[in-house]
């Protein structure tokens, strides 16, 4: 049987990712797993690893990592452990910690203390992008370079870490290729899709992942979409969105979800690496400075305003370019991150004009169903608007 | 009511630690009287002596809303500023401390930035800025950065970096660690400096390090008189005595009174006095305390004999720098940055030994049970404060596993206290001391020494 392409692969490699990773290790591929967006998987893939997003599981209920973690911490991370202690990642041959969030830091802390892979390391990633935390990020890339050359037994070159920024920055762009397509009305492609692309490039080597969006970009521009129904244009911003039964839900409440804001999305493929004579000091730049998510402080400037737009000013561009009727702000229960934003990121969202729903979930697919009647809600009052 | 109330709180065991109260009054009145003067205030906070210090030697009164909001569940009104964040869209997940500052601020904005007349503690004044700290939680930057809501003012934050144990023991990793943390510090006193129009006087920074080394010398001797067995103070001593050294070590004062305290434990040691009549367990405690109701620990300890001999790593000054790290270091934020670091990393060690992280919150009680020969951990998660809770369950594992220590959980909080049920805590206590005397027997056929 052909293997199936573009579209319809994404949701395969989604709907089993660990299926996806077996087949890689069948392959006599390594695999490295990390946490969050702050580790730059170009020196994994430079070190000979393919690199694989750690995600949790929305649907299956958290039971070992119980004993672990206490129940008032982010269920995303709870998530991930259990999934750890549960062996679900056990074929993994090296794991990169990070200190993206505490959630993550004190996860990556227990995870190591539990669960021993060949290969470890711990990512210190600063919260501001100051002068000198960029030297210092860019020493800590450095570590992890030495450990991942000390694991291998071999050096990993200069030569090499640019040819592999260079496949990631064309997987980037690709992304967003696909992202501005949705710019248009109706959208050709739905989040739903858009998030299972985003999925599977999360553990496929760099090529693979990139054949696989030039297929979906194709597949897209192909679609000849009729008239379709006049529906609210969300954008969707916060705490990472791994599953499908979330953007499923928006858009079976007759939402369409065009843009996101999020972790496993635009954070992840916005921006390029710039291309320097030490090419660690571009994946500094790009990984701290560029990303623009929470976790990492802004100057405040000289009043609440410019801090403000320092903070938010890229979610108008959102608006603007995707043509937004209104925001989701999705919160993962116990996230301090995003929870200490919501009321200014509210005032500023609201005060461009455009309407705000902010959701407080649990990261569990079966306390999903009471936020129906809020989406519904929040779609028809966009409508009379 | 009034009798309850007085049941709740603490009675203390020593007479300093009943005096300590003081420091947190002075502080508060220190800086209104200061905005009264003209002078710059700044809201900090806890920064283990990074910043704060720096500060005040640029003549800025420094209080800590973290302590405030201690003060605020102490005294039981806390619960209309929690109630305040929460109608104007703050998650009532947010740490509790976060959201009695942000009630208070909003109160304090609409008041016209005058203190409300019913403030605890006479209240905060509206401060020039505020210094945030990258350390230990998240709350701890973003709650200062979420207050430009009311407050319009600079947020600075100080970074701090975090190294796992195995990656502290990296080649030159520490003294880059160190470098960013100094190159930071120079950057803040820039930013100070362009802030009060004034220069910083480092005559008066090398003054107050002094006194913070020399207090801060005292306390970490206070915390080794604590080994003697009976345990010559408890948890609830200490929980008051640290306000001046977490907050005013550099204040004259402080050394003084630290000088006391240290007279009085070293007396209690030499004559085999101990906090608790016949004391039969020695329990530690992890790691915030319920505020409001440290009359609980008095209680414990009339029942079963139960000293809390050590607690809260978060709150200790750490050991001394070892010599060699402070001998010939003639910058003051090196050694500022030195100390502070240390404070979040002297745990490197037993985390390498037993192959253990984090090193803060977890590897430091690896040593402590084994020093203060613990029979018992109680865990308080809380609701409102995680990073003092997510590697809680994790420090029990470890404990039993490694030293056959076990621990009961209570859970609560540190300003909520619609969330500690006292009867249940009681039981659960109750149940627990004969789990503390099996695993005596554990221990003493493995060989372990208490
Ligand atoms: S939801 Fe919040 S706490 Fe959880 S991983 Fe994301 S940023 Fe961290
Ligand atoms: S969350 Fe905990 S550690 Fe953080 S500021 Fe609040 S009380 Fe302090």
């Not at chain 1, 064309?170 to 492609?189: F, I, N, T």
């Not at chain 2, 390090?209 to 080994?227: E, G, M, N, Q, S």
């Amino acid at each position: 049987m052909a293997e199936e392409k573009g579209l319809r692969r994404a949701a395969e490699i989604y709907a089993d990712r660990f299926r996806a990773a077996r087949e890689l290790k069948e392959k006599g591929h390594k695999i490295a797993g990390y946490f969050c967006c702050y580790v730059p998987v170009e020196l994994l893939s430079a070190a000979g690893f393919v690199p694989m997003r750690i995600l949790g599981d929305m649907g299956e209920p958290v039971t070992v990592a119980d004993t672990y973690l206490p129940t008032m911490m982010c269920p995303f991370f709870r998530s991930c452990l259990d999934l750890g202690l549960k062996g679900r990642y056990d074929f993994l041959d090296a794991f990169v910690g990070v200190h993206a969030c505490d959630g993550a830091e004190r996860v990556s802390a227990v995870w190591r203390s539990y669960l021993q892979y060949p290969c470890v390391f711990y990512l210190d990633t600063p919260h501001t992008a100051h002068d000198h935390a960029l030297v210092f990020f860019q020493k800590q890339l450095g570590y992890l370079q030495a450990v991942l050359e000390e694991h291998t037994g071999r050096k990993i070159s200069g030569a090499a870490v640019k040819e592999q920024i260079s496949l990631y920055n064309r997987q980037r762009r690709l992304v967003r290729e696909l992202y501005k397509l949705r710019q248009v009305d109706p959208p050709p492609v739905s989040g739903t899709e858009v998030l299972q692309v985003a999925v599977a490039l999360l553990q496929l080597p760099v090529q693979e992942g990139n054949r696989l969006v030039e297929d979906v970009i194709a597949e897209v521009k192909a679609r000849r979409p009729g008239p379709a129904p006049k529906k609210s244009r969300l954008l969707v911003s916060g705490c990472l969105i791994d599953n499908i039964a979330i953007t499923g839900l928006i858009e079976e409440c007759g939402l369409r979800v065009v843009m996101d804001d999020t972790a496993i999305g635009s954070r992840t493929f916005g921006h390029d690496v710039e291309p320097t004579p030490d090419p660690l000091k571009g994946l500094a730049d790009r990984y701290l400075a560029k990303i623009v998510c929470p976790r990492t402080f802004r100057e405040t400037g000289k009043s609440r305003a410019e801090d403000l737009e320092q903070r938010y000013a890229y979610l108008k561009s959102f608006i603007q370019d995707w043509k937004v009727d209104g925001v989701y702000l999705n919160l993962i229960r116990n996230c301090d991150i995003h929870g200490y934003e919501i009321p200014e990121l509210k005032h500023y969202l609201e005060g461009l004009g455009v309407p705000v729903l902010a959701v407080e979930q649990d990261y569990s697919t079966a306390g999903l169903a009471p936020l129906r009647t809020r989406f519904q809600a929040f779609a028809e009052t966009m409508e009379i608007d | 009511m009034e009798e309850k109330k007085k049941k709740r709180s603490s009675a203390k065991t020593l007479q300093t630690a009943r005096e300590a109260g003081y420091f947190g009054k002075k502080m508060l009145a220190r800086t209104r009287s200061a905005v009264e003067a003209g002078q710059p205030v700044g809201w900090a906070m806890v920064e283990w002596w990074l910043g704060a210090t720096i500060a005040k030697a640029m003549g800025v009164e420094m209080v800590f809303p973290e302590n405030y909001g201690a003060f605020c569940a102490a005294s039981r009104t806390a619960e209309a500023n929690l109630d305040y964040s929460e109608s104007d869209g703050f998650p009532s997940t947010l740490c509790g401390y976060a959201r009695n500052c942000l009630g208070y601020t909003r109160r304090l904005k609409e008041n016209g930035f005058v203190i409300p007349a019913d403030a605890t503690g006479g209240g905060m004044p509206k401060p020039d800025f505020l210094l945030a700290c990258g350390a230990a939680c998240d709350a701890r930057y973003k709650w200062f950065q979420a207050l430009g809501r009311y407050l319009d003012v600079p947020v600075w934050l100080l970074e701090f970096p975090q190294t796992g144990s195995r990656e502290y023991f990296l080649p030159g990793n520490k003294e880059e660690n160190i470098r960013f943390m100094v190159g930071e510090l120079r950057s803040f006193v820039s930013f100070l400096e362009s802030l009060l129009g004034r220069k910083m006087d480092w005559d008066a920074l090398a003054e107050r390090l002094d006194i913070l080394f020399k207090t801060h010398a005292l306390a970490h001797a206070v915390d080794r008189l604590r080994l003697a067995v009976p345990s010559p103070a408890m948890s609830t001593d200490f929980w008051a005595l640290m306000i001046p050294h977490l907050y005013l070590p550099d204040d004259p004062e402080t050394l003084a009174f630290y000088g006391r305290v240290y007279d009085e434990v070293k007396y209690k040691v030499d004559h085999n006095i101990g906090a608790v009549p016949n004391e039969r367990y020695r329990m530690m405690f992890a790691e915030l305390p319920p505020w409001h109701t440290l009359g609980f620990f008095d209680e414990v300890a009339e029942r079963h004999g139960v000293a809390f001999a050590f607690e809260s790593w978060n709150y200790h000054v750490p050991p001394p720098l070892p010599a060699g790290e402070k001998e010939g270091i003639g910058d003051p934020l090196e050694l500022i940055a030195r100390y502070s670091y240390h404070k979040f990393h002297h745990g490197a060690d037993a985390g390498v030994k037993y192959g253990v992280d984090p090193i803060i919150f977890t590897a430091p009680y690896l040593e402590y049970v084994q020093d203060y020969r613990i029979d018992g951990l109680m865990c308080h998660p809380l609701v409102s404060c995680r990073p003092a809770t997510y590697t809680l369950m994790h420090l029990r594992n470890v404990l039993l596993e490694k030293f056959k220590v076990p621990s009961v959980v209570v859970e609560g909080d540190i300003v909520d206290m619609r969330v500690f049920n006292e009867e249940e805590a009681h039981a659960k206590m109750d149940a627990f001391i004969e789990t503390m005397d099996y695993h005596r027997e554990l221990r003493r056929k493995e060989g372990l020494n208490w």
